[in-house]
């Protein structure tokens, strides 16, 4: 079965570019013109494997757009910004956005990055026959179903955010330096920086709430995760 894919973008030669490159690669293509167009094919299309979401969009941006598909889902999204000030990337990572590619892009990295999300989002579902969960304290993580809950409440994470809880809990009491945190979550897919790492434990905090704690900051290195 063709893995779907839906591409949001207003600009007709970007979706038709973008499609036929994945299409080369086997992928059932979607295609949204505006944001609301964007959220409709969300709600209606079973299985999407992955969202390719432009920021500037009528109807609604693609941060708008991103912050409600996070309301209800981890699917990876990879935003397409012509912007490239620090504070909309940030904003967009905080948001849940998995990879972040600036216009004009090469389509044939833009296909690497489809590619290597994808494989990161089903390498952590083929999970599901080894089940595991992890525990620390009130967390309660479920490997295999990809969820995550706080005193039995469910919380919705992004699939980054998914792996840096686990790797965290994994190494319960080691300080780990921002370097091995992007080696072991991010490894050889990431293209960002170090930043990326702080803005996306400040969002795992936050939703973690009061366990939010367990992460602490090691001024000048890292972080550390204690269950107390």
Known sequence: MESKVLIADDEGRIRKLVKDF????????????????TLNYFYDIDDLKLIIL?????????????????ETSNIP????????????????????VDEYVQKPFSPKLLMARVNAVIRRSDDNKASVNEPKTLVAGGITLDVGA????????????????FELLAYFINNQGIALSRDMILNNVWNYDFFGDARTIDTHVKKLRNKLGVYG??????????????AI
């Open 22 to 37: 994945l299409v080369k690669e086997g992928y059932d293509v979607y295609e949204a013109a505006d944001g609301q167009e």
């Open 213 to 226: 704690k367990y992460i602490k900051t090691i001024w000048g290195m890292g972080y550390k995760f204690e």
């Open 54 to 70: 432009d920021v500037m969009m009528p109807g609604a941006d693609g941060f708008t757009v991103l912050k409600k598909i996070r």
């Open 146 to 161: 990809h969820v995550v809950r706080c005193d039995d409440k469910e919380i919705i994470l992004s699939v980054k955010e």
């Open 77 to 96: 999204v990879i935003m397409l910004t012509a912007k490239t000030s620090e504070e909309d990337e940030l904003k967009g990572f905080e948001l849940g």
